[in-house]
């Protein structure tokens, strides 16, 4: 879905126009409790209209950083940038920004009605016109006629929406969401990301959404920054991230992914020649990554872009031999876990196109792991 | 395990009750004594209520009780709030130790101290500052409003420890100050616990007497002074329907406050139900 909205608007890759102004600026952030350092030297732009999402962990730091930007949490060192306006002095109910708590934190002594109102009466906005806005929010999430029960009385999903509506009602700058959709079940999730997704094109409001949850970033995103012990190790488009992860620490967070380790024997512009025991073939890529001859580097390969044979039809490299270990069967694909001469284990997905039968791979049989020279990535760390 | 309560259980249950309960029992029930020598049993008679409701010096008692309860429990709510609070909120700060140790030390410390001290300090403030000239309301009302104060601080300490810190972050999030916070969201969500910090409050001022003893003066005589006295005089079948009456003010209070609870408590149920079921 978020590569679909690229492809239909290819001008909003605003981060990749060197004249854009970010709406926030994050620079250099560290925030220590005590000893510990949650969040480290954390630098990111965020442009206006986005949906930037932060994942990574439990522990990573992401929450600290949506803190910071509420203003729950003063960073240690760093200045926090939103609009042009440095954050630093400004207290939480003075900032233009407006969260989605984990929790919801709806009020339990106030109807949905005046949970949504909080926000504006805060703003002393007359009486018929906090009304007219509340009734408005409140059908957009289709909400309404639960406007007068009490938080208690709604579902988890009912909740969630109450919640969203809370925070979007003041048309924020910014609107920080922490794990919204972590409480639902699957089937709300997916229709819950699709309503997020509806809503953020319609005002316009730009999103940072933490999760710990890579299909929920993957799907919402126009960004992801992935985060590990306290630091922003990749930031990037959901495609970007899932196909060129800079780090083995990215490329396992997103998605599974089969890694090597190897030494470079060639490195040239055109193409990467990688000597791999563990693989048990040379490993060819066809783009360079430019570092010297001998270095150490991992390949990380996913399990869709390999394939299973059981004639060898390698030319001595990027094929592997080994025997089937395992194979899960999930309907619209299966997962088959090779065991490599070498003794190393890869996953193998393949789709169901043809019925099973016809597909004659089977337990203990000798096959061949093959990948194009454009599938497998390598990092240096 | 059998379904059936087997008699160890219920033996147990019997012998409880009547340890806890049986002197209560036996007091009311001589409350309706006809005979005026309280021990003696001398037929079932109302006859000391009436009695007890003419006497002007019990009248005033009751009166001087009630006052002293209500205005100690709402300053002691007052103080027992925010001292509970800052405890459960800032982990950290100056003196947090000897603080949380002072605010509670009243809990522990025998009232026999407690009301000396207080006497003593009275005593002292009269000859240096005029003030209090002598004892009266004002040095009872205060004596009770220190060790109130610790029972609504351990109450309130334990509800804002596991208040849901994030409903005020929304508040503020959403625009309120701090104290407006407090004032819409913190303090009607504690409500109940405020509440019945202030009737323990209320039930402990009550029924004081040491401390009452050490720092009341003439003219604002508490009702556990007038009985204290009273038996020391020797025992009049009135004072058994006075105790009557008082147990049954807490008892009415107590099972209206617990019926009130209970049913707001199933009203939640139903409402957790019925939103579980309009979601399937």
Known sequence: MAAERAKAEPSTQIWNDPNAVPYIRIENVTKKFGDFVAVNNVSANIYRGELFALL???????????????????????????????????????????????????????????????????????????????????????????????????????????????????????????????????????????????????????????????????????????????QIVQVGTPKEIYEYPNTKFVADFIGSVNLFEGHIIEDEPGHVLIDSAEAGTPIYIDHGISSAPGAKVWVAIRPEKMELSKANEGIGRNCAPGIVKGIAYMGNMSVYLIKLDSGKEVKVTMSNQRRAAEHAIDWDDKVYVSWHANSPVALLS | MTNRLSWFIIAMLVLGFAFLYGPILVLITYSFNANKLMTLWGGFSPRWYPVLLQDAAVLTAAKNSFIVAAVSATFATVLGTMAGYVLARYRKFHG???????????????????GLSLLLLFKAMGQFFGWPERMGFSTVILAHITFCMSYVTVVMQSRFSVFDMSLEEAALDLGAKPLKTFM???????????????????????????????????????????????????VDPTINALATLIIAVVATGVITSHILMTRSEKRRQRDIQAALQTNK
């Open chain 2, 96 to 114: 947090r130790v000897a603080f949380s140790g002072m605010v509670t030390a009243p809990l522990v410390m025998p009232e026999v101290i407690t």
């Open chain 1, 56 to 230: 990574g962990g439990s522990g990573c730091g992401k929450t600290t950083l949506l803190r910071m930007l509420a203003g729950f949490e003063q960073p240690t060192s760093g200045k926090i940038y939103i609009d042009g306006v440095d954050m630093a002095d400004i207290p939480p109910y003075e900032r233009p920004t407006n969260m989605m708590f984990q929790s919801y934190a709806l009020f339990p002594h106030m109807t949905v009605e005046q949970n949504v109102a909080f926000g504006l009466k805060q703003d002393r906005m007359p009486v018929d016109q906090i009304k007219s806005r509340v009734d408005a929010i409140l059908d957009m999430v289709q909400m309404r006629q639960f406007a007068h029960r009490k938080p208690h009385q709604l579902s988890g999903g009912q909740r969630q929406r109450v919640a969203l509506a809370r925070s979007l009602v003041k048309e924020p700058k910014l609107l920080l969401l922490d794990e919204p959709l972590g409480a639902l079940d699957k089937k709300l999730r997916e229709a819950t990301q699709f309503e997020i997704m509806n809503i953020q094109d319609r005002l316009g409001i730009t999103f940072i959404v933490v999760t710990h949850d890579q299909e929920e970033a993957m799907t919402l995103s126009t960004r992801i920054g992935v985060m590990n012990s306290g």
């Open chain 2, 184 to 234: 819409v969201i913190t303090l009607p969500i504690v409500a109940p616990a405020v509440v019945s910090g202030w009737l323990l409050a209320f039930t402990i001022s009550l029924d004081d007497l040491v401390i009452t003893l050490y720092t009341n003066g003439p003219g604002s005589g508490t009702l556990p002074q007038l009985i204290f006295s009273k038996v020391r005089r020797g």
